[in-house]
């Protein structure tokens, strides 16, 4: 899974699935967040809220970009 960005010690990655189709995975220290793209939102997450906030904002600020990388 490539890398997006680092931020917070929070790091994004991208995968590909023909379950979720695009989505990305957000790591926080040891727990694991899921986001779909279309339309974008929490598939499972065990990461706090404030990272979860994050991470949401940084997808819709970064969306198109996201969706070609």
């Not at 931020?7 to 779909?36: C, N, P, Q």
């Amino acid at each position: 899974m490539p890398v997006l960005a680092k931020f917070y010690g929070i790091v994004i990655r991208k995968l590909i699935g023909r379950s979720f189709g695009i989505h990305l995975h957000a790591f926080y220290g040891d727990t694991e967040m899921i986001v779909a793209l279309n339309p974008v939102r929490i598939v499972q997450s065990e990461a706090p809220s404030w990272v979860e906030e994050l991470v949401i904002n940084w997808v819709h600020q970064h969306e198109k970009e996201v969706a070609t990388a």
